[in-house]
């Protein structure tokens, strides 16, 4: 069946109908529910929208930041300073005109340097009646604090805890309610940690200096209004903003207030009012700044304030929040836009938006306009899908989606709207990659036709090839680059001797089935059996990466399979009362090109591979016996997988070349040729066969049984053919090749 016919048959498929109806129920079901997962997505998207798009900064506008930063911790000693300190520089700047004066700091304790403490902590020999009575004279740094605070117009900052404890300061201003009772909504603690109450009393205003991050620990919206028991107090944001404005109450709107249509339904909060100033929030009382990156214009060093290093129009009319920016202090928090701005720089900028009416909105009718626009997407690529080719599809898919973010975008930087384009995207993506797959049942019919007709003859690989391109059934191939693999068990005919068909077999398949495995975990495509022997190839039907190391890497597996598989065969030998022989293995290892493809007739297939690669593969694996070693490989194996512990073999003829081949075999894999043992061995080798080249035969010979006496037991086989070699050659014989391979 070709795909136009399944497509003409999409529209009446049950399948595809099928399809089309779990879309649309799984959209509107994952919208309604609003999922964790789907929330976090969102927040990534808002994110993205934010560091795309940040909200600039007025140098003219109505905050500044008087910093507790490293060159004012340098000119006035580390934090906390003495209240003394603080209380000359909330006069300063109440001098310099700030409408507002903010401390993002709580100051729950009394201050460590009242003269009262440094009595205290002076030595009992110091402690003159005479000191003590001036010190009991002195005012407490507290005191003049307070005094200072109760002058201008200031706000001291209190932290709402989850742990019970503390008592609330009296409220600095009412806080009053339109419609339901926003209990439910508004976050709520057990416990606070309040400011001495002489500061608190004499301060204008209180405000809580919590941040409630999301689960990534990310502030987006910042709460303007938190409660504990049944006692509302203000963010240090808004009740700075309270003071500045010089109102005396909050209003709190919340659901079913007059004039607001919410059918009895309770929403919690729609919005706040301050003086004249209305706020939109969330339902919890939050907003969600429109962030600004951190911009020094903003932040006014404290040791330049106290220095008479500002001019007084920074300060005039402003408000002015006080908080520590050092690095070492600690209160730093992570935004969409950075990963650490310090606190009091994003409450100067939630003031900032507020002010500026630039805060961002997520309007009640997002989530309805957003599952309607899933369900059109849904829809509009359901009929589409039947009239046009997959790729057409596809691309259409991939524009629209890029359309629904690039409206959302435009929505946020316009209106500072924010609008979820994933819903509608995912949906989009969902309906077209399952109608896709719908319609490609109808194809599917053509390609079984393909896998009956020719899977009892080809690797599944190959097979999957042709109903992709059946056009490829035509003999020929095309020229690879591959490595080849021969494995032949030694002596099989004397194994087999004495062994009925069914134990014949049955030891043939115990070791066939771990040796294809290997290869087969190395992405090796096997091209056939003959008896024991076993030919494989890699990177062909398909590209492998680095496949002459996979190959090696298959050898190895091999070498280790063989190695258990002798012995369960000896304890099963033990048990029978019998002798064990055991298996052994010659692997030749091949690189380089050859032609690949379909060999055979019009009637019979055969997907394999030929050239002189393959050939000299097969007389490497047969060379191995001569060599005592169970793996040799041609240069080209080593040059392309050189992780292996190699070992230079020979320079060997081959009939039918006229240069000879250098050959390897490999005594381990990486972990063992980073090996000290290895690299001695190695060069103990490599002087033998220096030797031998030099025309040194005997000492050559001396090197190959001394090698024989330390290496493993199963390279004892190579060092005793080797040390046979070199012997049996003249003293004075110019070194030549010690075997010419020909046919196996």
């Given at each position: 069946?070709?795909?136009?016919?399944g497509?003409?048959?999409?529209?009446?498929?049950?399948?595809?109908?099928?399809?089309?109806?779990?879309?649309?129920?799984?959209?509107?079901?994952?919208?309604?529910?609003?999922?964790?997962?789907l929330?976090?997505?969102?927040?990534?998207?808002?994110?993205?929208?934010?560091?795309?798009?940040?909200?600039?900064?007025?140098?003219?506008?109505?905050?500044?930041?008087?910093?507790?930063?490293?060159?004012?911790?340098?000119?006035?000693?580390?934090?906390?300073?003495?209240?003394?300190?603080?209380?000359?520089?909330t006069?300063?700047?109440?001098?310099?005109?700030?409408?507002?004066?903010?401390f993002?700091?709580?100051?729950?304790?009394?201050?460590?340097?009242?003269?009262?403490?440094?009595?205290?902590s002076?030595?009992?020999?110091?402690?003159?009646?005479?000191?003590?009575?001036?010190f009991?004279?002195?005012?407490?740094?507290?005191?003049r604090?307070?005094?200072?605070?109760?002058?201008?117009?200031s706000?001291?900052?209190?932290?709402?805890?989850?742990?019970?404890?503390?008592?609330?300061?009296a409220?600095?201003?009412?806080?009053?309610?339109?419609?339901?009772?926003?209990?439910?909504?508004?976050?709520?603690?057990?416990?606070?940690?309040?400011?001495?109450?002489?500061?608190?009393?004499a301060?204008?205003?209180?405000?809580?200096?919590?941040?409630?991050?999301?689960r990534?620990?990310?502030?987006?919206?910042?709460?303007?209004?938190?409660?504990?028991g049944d006692?509302?107090?203000?963010?240090?944001?808004?009740?700075?903003?309270?003071?500045?404005?010089?109102?005396?109450?909050?209003?709190?709107?919340?659901?079913?207030?007059s004039?607001q249509?919410?059918?009895?339904?309770?929403?919690?909060v729609?919005?706040?009012?301050?003086?004249?100033?209305?706020?939109?929030?969330?339902?919890?009382?939050a907003?969600?700044?429109?962030?600004?990156p951190p911009?020094?214009?903003?932040?006014?060093?404290?040791?330049?304030?106290?220095?008479?290093?500002?001019?007084?129009?920074?300060?005039?009319?402003?408000i002015?929040?006080?908080?520590?920016?050092?690095?070492?202090?600690?209160?730093v928090?992570?935004?969409?836009?950075?990963?650490?701005?310090?606190?009091?720089?994003i409450?100067?900028?939630?003031?900032?938006q507020?002010?500026?009416?630039?805060?961002?909105?997520?309007?009640?009718?997002?989530?309805?306009?957003?599952?309607?626009a899933?369900?059109?997407?849904?829809?509009?690529?359901?009929?589409l899908?039947?009239?046009?080719?997959?790729?057409?599809a596809?691309?259409?898919?991939?524009v629209?989606?890029?359309?629904?973010?690039?409206g959302?975008?435009?929505?946020?930087?316009?209106?500072?709207?924010l609008?979820?384009?994933?819903?509608?995207?995912?949906?989009?993506?969902?309906?077209?990659?399952?109608g896709?797959?719908?319609?490609?049942?109808?194809?599917?019919?053509?390609?079984?036709?393909?896998?009956?007709?020719?899977?009892?003859?080809?690797?599944p690989?190959?097979?999957?090839?042709?109903?992709?391109?059946?056009d490829?059934?035509?003999?020929?191939?095309?020229?690879?680059?591959?490595?080849?693999m021969?494995?032949?068990?030694?002596?099989?005919?004397?194994?087999?001797?004495?062994?009925?068909?069914?134990?014949?077999?049955?030891?043939?398949?115990?070791?066939?089935?771990?040796?294809?495995?290997?290869?087969?975990?190395?992405?090796?495509?096997?091209?056939?059996?003959?008896?024991?022997?076993?030919?494989?190839?890699?990177?062909?039907?398909?590209d492998?990466?680095?496949?002459?190391?996979?190959?090696v890497?298959?050898?190895?597996?091999?070498?280790?399979?063989?190695?258990r598989?002798?012995?369960s065969?000896?304890?099963?030998?033990r048990?029978?009362?019998?002798a064990?022989?055991?298996?052994?293995?010659?692997?030749?290892?091949?690189?380089?090109?050859?032609?690949?493809?379909?060999?055979?007739?019009?009637?019979r297939f055969d997907?394999?591979v030929?050239?002189?690669?393959?050939?000299?593969?097969?007389?490497?694996?047969?060379?191995?016996?001569?060599?005592?070693?169970d793996?040799?490989?041609?240069?080209a194996?080593?040059?392309?997988?050189?992780e292996?512990?190699?070992?230079?073999l020979?320079?060997?003829?081959?009939?039918?070349?006229?240069?000879?081949?250098?050959?390897?075999?490999?005594a381990?894999?990486?972990?063992f040729?980073?090996?000290s043992?290895?690299?001695?061995w190695?060069?103990?080798?490599?002087?033998?066969l220096?030797?031998?080249r030099a025309?040194?035969?005997?000492?050559?010979?001396?090197?190959?049984?001394?090698?024989?006496?330390?290496?493993?037991?199963p390279?004892?086989?190579?060092?005793d053919?080797?040390?046979?070699?070199?012997?049996?050659a003249?003293?004075?014989?110019?070194?030549?090749?010690?075997?010419?391979?020909?046919?196996?």
């Open positions: 069946m070709s795909l136009e016919r497509r003409s048959r999409g529209g009446s498929c049950w399948l595809y109908r099928g399809a089309f109806a779990l879309n649309l129920g799984l959209f509107i079901a994952c919208a309604l529910g609003a999922p964790r997962a929330d976090d997505v969102r927040n990534l998207v808002f994110d993205r929208f934010q560091q795309l798009d940040p909200a600039p900064f007025n140098p003219t506008g109505p905050v500044r930041v008087a910093a507790i930063d490293e060159a004012s911790l340098a000119a006035l000693g580390q934090w906390p300073w003495p209240r003394l300190r603080l209380a000359e520089l006069e300063k700047l109440r001098g310099m005109g700030a409408s507002a004066i903010g993002d700091v709580v100051f729950a304790e009394a201050d460590r340097l009242n003269p009262q403490a440094l009595l205290a002076l030595p009992p020999e110091l402690r003159t009646a005479e000191l003590a009575e001036k009991s004279r002195a005012p407490s740094n507290d005191a604090f307070a005094a200072a605070l109760a002058t201008a117009p706000v001291l900052g209190l932290s709402f805890l989850n742990t019970p404890g503390g008592a609330l300061p409220p600095k201003a009412g806080v009053a309610m339109a419609g339901d009772d926003p209990a439910l909504f508004i976050p709520a603690f057990a416990g606070v940690a309040a400011p001495l109450p002489q500061l608190a009393q301060a204008s205003g209180l405000g809580a200096v919590n941040w409630l991050p999301d990534d620990q990310i502030v987006r919206r910042v709460p303007l209004l938190a409660r504990l006692r509302y107090t203000p963010s240090l944001a808004l009740d700075a903003l309270r003071v500045a404005l010089g109102a005396t109450t909050l209003l709190v709107r919340a659901s079913n207030v004039g249509m919410d059918f009895g339904a309770k929403t919690g729609s919005g706040l009012r301050v003086g004249d100033l209305s706020i939109a929030t969330d339902a919890h009382g907003v969600r700044p429109h962030f600004s911009d020094p214009r903003r932040m006014l060093s404290i040791a330049s304030l106290l220095n008479d290093q500002v001019p007084a129009s920074e300060i005039q009319g402003r002015v929040l006080i908080g520590p920016t050092a690095s070492g202090l600690g209160d928090r992570a935004t969409p836009i950075e990963p650490a701005m310090a606190g009091v720089e409450h100067a900028e939630i003031i900032e507020i002010l500026a009416n630039a805060l961002l909105t997520r309007p009640d009718w997002a989530q309805g306009a957003e599952l309607a899933a369900l059109v997407m849904i829809c509009l690529m359901a009929a899908l039947p009239r046009v080719s997959p790729l057409a596809g691309a259409i898919a991939i629209a989606a890029a359309a629904l973010f690039a959302a975008l435009l929505a946020f930087d316009k209106a500072g709207l609008l979820d384009p994933v819903v509608p995207a995912l949906a989009l993506s969902l309906q077209t990659l399952t896709i797959l719908a319609l490609w049942r109808g194809e599917q019919a053509a390609k079984a036709y393909v896998q009956t007709a020719f899977g009892k003859f080809l690797s690989l190959v097979v999957a090839r042709l109903a992709e391109n059946p490829r059934l035509a003999l020929g191939g095309e020229t690879r680059e591959v490595t080849v021969f494995a032949d068990l030694r002596n099989f005919t004397s194994l087999s001797e004495g062994l009925d068909a069914q134990h014949l077999t049955r030891l043939l398949n115990a070791y066939l089935t771990p040796m294809t495995d290997a290869i087969l975990a190395r992405e090796g495509t096997i091209d056939k059996y003959i008896g024991d022997a076993i030919m494989a190839f890699w990177n062909a039907p398909v492998v990466p680095r496949h002459a190391r996979r190959a890497e298959a050898a190895m597996l091999m070498r280790a399979e063989l190695e598989l002798n012995t065969l000896e304890a099963q030998a048990a029978d009362g019998r064990h022989n055991p298996l052994r293995m010659g692997i030749g290892l091949n690189f380089g090109p050859c032609s690949v493809g379909n060999m055979g007739s019009l009637r997907y394999s030929l050239g002189d690669t393959v050939n000299l593969a097969s007389r490497l694996e047969g060379a191995s016996k001569h060599y005592g070693v793996l040799i490989a041609s240069e194996v080593a040059v392309a997988a050189p292996a512990a190699w070992l230079d020979d320079v060997v003829k081959v009939k039918g070349r006229n240069a000879p081949v250098r050959i390897f075999t490999a381990g894999g990486a972990e040729a980073a090996t043992e290895f690299a001695n190695r060069a103990a080798h490599d002087a033998m220096a030797s031998y025309g040194d035969c005997e000492q050559a010979a001396a090197q190959a049984r001394a090698l024989a006496q330390q290496v493993p037991a390279w004892r086989a190579l060092y053919f080797l040390h046979a070699q070199f012997t049996a003249a003293p004075s014989q110019q070194p030549a090749v010690l075997l010419t391979l020909d046919s196996k």
